[in-house]
């Protein structure tokens, strides 16, 4: 038969507790749920002291959620490259061109797109280029 090592049973076991600086709902509902349970029977909570923490706790609860649900709108919202740049759509942008001899080139801007969370732009002369390699973005001109 087997022994177990009694210096290893609960050994990695944390043997003080860190102290959290917020407090939760569920530590709220211990609290309270101690608060009644230890509570003199001759002398019994304030009913109307406990719905108004019960109250309390519910629109924090409640504006954390919305807070919560505000900066996951906020960060969709900056995600998306195609929003973006979107307003250069219908504008002639300049680029670095990738072939060796031509330099700068130029073309009005059809769509946006997004591949790997960079935004692509489709032009009138049928290349594609990627946003952050436009160089200058001006109004073309009519004809």
Known sequence: MNTIDSSLFLAN????????PTLGKDGFLQILMTQLQNQDPSQPMDTNAM????????MVEQIMNMSN????LVESQLISPVIEYSHMIGKE????STEADTGEKSSKVLSV???EGWAILE??????????AVTKVSV????
């Not at 942008?93 to 670095?96: A, C, G």
């Not at 032009?123 to 952050?132: F, K, P, Q, R, S």
């Not at 073309?140 to 004809?143: D, I, L, Q, V």
Request: cysteine-free; charged content about 30%.
């Open 123 to 132: 032009l009138e002369n049928g290349e594609t280029v990627y946003a952050d």
């Open 93 to 96: 942008v300049t680029y670095e």
């Open 69 to 72: 649900s505000i900066d996951t």
């Open 13 to 20: 076991q944390k043997t003080t507790r860190d102290p959290s």
């Open 140 to 143: 073309p001109e009519k004809a």
């Open 51 to 58: 719905v108004e923490q019960l109250t309390s706790f519910t």
């Open 113 to 115: 797109s997004q591949r």
